[in-house]
C-alpha cells in the first residue's frame, strides 16, 4: 500500500491523460487567461475584505498587509508559472504534486483545492448579496426581511454561528444557479463576457480611487498602524504581535493573512493550461500580468478608503459603496455598487468553472468517479454533471452561512496549496532536471524557499479555528481517500503510454480541435 501513496505520475503521464477522450479544447490566449485572473483576484475581497481587514486588525496600514500579501503571492506565483508551463494539463497544484510528491499528497491538495475554489465561490455570492440590496435600496426598493441573509451570522467574541432569524440570503442563492447555467454553456463565451466585465469593473476601481483621492483626510491616518506590525501566532499563542478580545490576532502581518483571500484568484489561471492555445508562454503572462495590475489597484482603494473615513467607523456590510454615500455621492455609490455585483458574479464564474477543471483531474486518475467529473456535453463540450453539484453546493453554502466564516475556511487552505507548490518546484528540480522548462523561477532554490516560509508565517498568523477547520477538512479527505479513491485509483493499473508535448502536439503533429 505504501507504494502506492509515494506513487508519482510522471510529467508524460500526466499529459498523456490530458490528451484522451476527455480532452478539453484550446481556445484561450494571454489576454483572456490574464483576465480571468484579474477576474478572480478582484471580487469580494477588495469590495468588501478590505474594510473588513482595516476596521478590525490593521487600520490605515492594510496597504502595508496587501503588499506582504503581495509578496507572498508573488513567490508562490512564480513556482505556479514554473510547473503549468512544463505541466500544461488540468488540476493546477493537484497535479503537480502528483508529478512531485505522489499520490497521497496529491488527494490531499487536491481535496485542499475543492473546499478553496466551492468555498471561494460561496464566500463571494454572499458578499454580492450585500451589494445586491445596497443597489435595490438606491432605489428604495427592498427585499422581504427573511430574504435579505442567511439563518447564521458569525459571532466575533465567541467565534461561532447564531441565528438571525433569517431564511436564506436570496439574491446568493439566484446569482450561483445564474453562474452554474452559464458554465455549462461552455468557456469561450463565458471568457469574453468576463473580458468585458474585467474591463468594466477595472476602470470603476479606477475612478473609485480616483475620486476616492479627492475626500482623502490626513487625520484619518494619524494612527496608521494601530495594532503594530506584528500579528503572528503559533496555534493560537502570540509570537509577535497581540490578540482581540476575542482572542485573534491583530496587526499588520494579521491582516495580510485575512486579505490573502482578496488574492485568491491568480493561481486559477494554471487550472486552465489546458484550455490555453500556448500554455508554455501565456499561461506565465497570464499568472504574472493579473498579480501585478490587481496589486496596484488593491492598494489604492485601500489607501482611500481609510482616508476617506476612519478605519473604526468603516461600515461592516457594503463598506466601499456605503462610505461614499456617507459622502454624499450617490452616483459613484451606485456605480461600486453595480460594479461589485459585476465584479463579484466574474470571480464566481472562474472560481467554478476552476474547481469543475479540478474535478476533472482527479476523475481522470479515477479518485473521484469517472463518469461523473470527466463527461462532456454533448453539445457544449463541458463538464456539466460536476458543474451542476458544484453550483448547487456554492447556492447552499452561499445562502446560509456568513461571509467570515466562510473566507476564514479558505485562506489557510489556499496558503497550504501554495507551500507544496513551492516545495514541488524543488522535488521535480532533482528527480525530473532534463524535462524542458519554458519558464524557470529565478534565483535558484531561493524563490521557492522564500515562498514556504512566507505562506508558513501567515498560516500561523490565522486563528487557531482555521487549522482546527482544516484538519476537519482533511480527516474527511483521507476517509473517502481509503474508502473510494485508493482502490479505484488509475495508478494500480499500469501507465498510459506518451505522450503530447506541452503545447498539445503529439508525435511532431498538432491536435485538431
Not at 218 to 239: E, Y
Not at 392 to 405: D, G, N
Request: proline fraction near 5%.
Amino acid at each position: 500500500m505504501l507504494k502506492q501513496l509515494l506513487a508519482r505520475k510522471s510529467i508524460k503521464q500526466l499529459l498523456a491523460e490530458s490528451a484522451g477522450g476527455h480532452r478539453l479544447p484550446r481556445v484561450l490566449g494571454p489576454v483572456q487567461l490574464t483576465s480571468l485572473g484579474v477576474s478572480m483576484i478582484i471580487g469580494a475581497g477588495i469590495f468588501v475584505q478590505v474594510g473588513e481587514a482595516a476596521r478590525t486588525q490593521a487600520g490605515p496600514a492594510v496597504v502595508i498587509s496587501f503588499v506582504v500579501a503581495a509578496v507572498a503571492c508573488a513567490l508562490a506565483a512564480l513556482c505556479y508559472a514554473e510547473f503549468s508551463a512544463m505541466v500544461p494539463v488540468a488540476g493546477s497544484a493537484y497535479a503537480y504534486s502528483y508529478a512531485s510528491f505522489g499520490e497521497l499528497l496529491a488527494w490531499v491538495i487536491g481535496w485542499d483545492l475543492l473546499l478553496e475554489y466551492g468555498v471561494a465561490a460561496a464566500a463571494v455570492a454572499h458578499g454580492a448579496s450585500d451589494y445586491v440590496q445596497e443597489l435595490l435600496r438606491i432605489f428604495h426598493l427592498r427585499l422581504w426581511d427573511v430574504f435579505t441573509d442567511g439563518p447564521f451570522k458569525y459571532d466575533q467574541a465567541g467565534g461561532g454561528l447564531v441565528a438571525t432569524g433569517k431564511f436564506l440570503a436570496l439574491p446568493a442563492l439566484i446569482l450561483s444557479l445564474g453562474v452554474t447555467a452559464m458554465l455549462i454553456r461552455g468557456v469561450r463565451e463565458n471568457v469574453r463576457f468576463n473580458v468585458a466585465m474585467v474591463v468594466f469593473k477595472t476602470l470603476t476601481l479606477v475612478l473609485v480611487i480616483g475620486v476616492g483621492a479627492c475626500y482623502f483626510e490626513p487625520a484619518n491616518w494619524r494612527d496608521f498602524a494601530p495594532h503594530g506590525g506584528g500579528g503572528i501566532t503559533f496555534f493560537g499563542r502570540p509570537v509577535w504581535g497581540a490578540l482581540n478580545a476575542a482572542g485573534k490576532p491583530v496587526g499588520i502581518l494579521a491582516g495580510a493573512a485575512t486579505i490573502f483571500f482578496a488574492y485568491i484568484g491568480f493561481d486559477s489561471v494554471s487550472n486552465h493550461a489546458e484550455d490555453a492555445r500556448r500554455p508554455s508562454r501565456d499561461i506565465p503572462i497570464g499568472i504574472i500580468a493579473s498579480l501585478l495590475l490587481c496589486t496596484v489597484l488593491y492598494i489604492g482603494v485601500g489607501a482611500v478608503l481609510t482616508g476617506m473615513k476612519h478605519y473604526s467607523e468603516i461600515p461592516e456590510k457594503a463598506s466601499v459603496a456605503a462610505v461614499f454615500e456617507e459622502k454624499g455621492l450617490v452616483w459613484a455609490q451606485f456605480l461600486v455598487a453595480l460594479s461589485a455585483v459585476i465584479a463579484i458574479v466574474s470571480v464566481m464564474l472562474v472560481t467554478m468553472l476552476s474547481q469543475t477543471r479540478i474535478m476533472l483531474a482527479m476523475g481522470r486518475g479515477r479518485l473521484l468517479p469517472e463518469k461523473f467529473c470527466t463527461t462532456l456535453h454533448g453539445r457544449f463540450g463541458t463538464p456539466w454533471k460536476s458543474t451542476v453539484f458544484v453550483g448547487v453546493f456554492v447556492a447552499l453554502l452561499s445562502s446560509l452561512l456568513p461571509l467570515q466564516f466562510l473566507t476564514e475556511l479558505i485562506n489557510i487552505g489556499t496558503l497550504f496549496a501554495f507551500v507544496i507548490v513551492c516545495g514541488g518546484v524543488l522535488v521535480l528540480r532533482r528527480t525530473d532536471p532534463h524535462t524542458p522548462r519554458p519558464f524557470r523561477v529565478p534565483f535558484g532554490p531561493v524563490i521557492p524557499v522564500l515562498g514556504i516560509v512566507t505562506c508558513l508565517v501567515l498560516m500561523f498568523s490565522l486563528p487557531p479555528g482555521n487549522w482546527v477547520r482544516l484538519g476537519v477538512w482533511l480527516l474527511i479527505g483521507l476517509a473517502v481517500y481509503f474508502g473510494y479513491g485508493r482502490r479505484r485509483s488509475a495508478m494500480r493499473e499500469a501507465p498510459a503510454p506518451p505522450v503530447p508535448d506541452a503545447d498539445g502536439v503529439v508525435g511532431g503533429v498538432r491536435r485538431s480541435l
